[in-house]
């Protein structure tokens, strides 16, 4: 009886797995993808008293976005006594909504925790000379 053993090619011989050019990256997460969109939009949104962006201000305490595609932001202002209340949560609102794929955009002003310059981020500190 004679013995055939199979030997595995060498890995130089082996040709590269056909790739899609036209599909995601491995590691490629649409929604996280969306959510960068989504944190771009708000950071086209300022204070009109202060030079930085409200991301950079830590005025955004929370972003979420459910299955839908649907997102809700917990924000604050600098000031209860801010006079743009009621014009900079639309203007986050209206930005977001304009993200391609977001379907609605909830926006709740709250107070809690209050806003201090701690919440700046280093961004922000260089931006406004804080250091």
């Not at 130089?12 to 939009?41: F, I, K, Q």
């Not at 977001?102 to 406004?128: F, T």
């Amino acid at each position: 009886m004679t013995e055939h053993s199979l030997s595995q090619p060498s890995a130089s011989s082996e040709a590269p797995a056909p790739t899609n050019p036209l599909a995601p990256p491995p590691g490629y997460d649409p929604r996280e993808e969306l959510m960068d969109r989504v944190v771009a939009a708000i950071k086209t949104c300022y204070d009109p008293e202060i030079p930085v962006d409200i991301w950079e201000l830590g005025l955004i305490y929370r972003v979420d976005m459910d299955g839908e595609r649907n997102v809700e932001i917990d924000m604050t202002l600098t000031s209860p006594m801010c006079p743009v209340a009621g014009e900079l949560p639309e203007q986050v609102r209206q930005a977001v909504l304009g993200v391609e794929d977001v379907n609605e955009v909830k926006i709740d002003l709250v107070w809690e925790p209050p806003w201090h310059q701690g919440m700046m981020s280093e961004v922000a500190r260089v931006q406004l000379d804080m250091f």
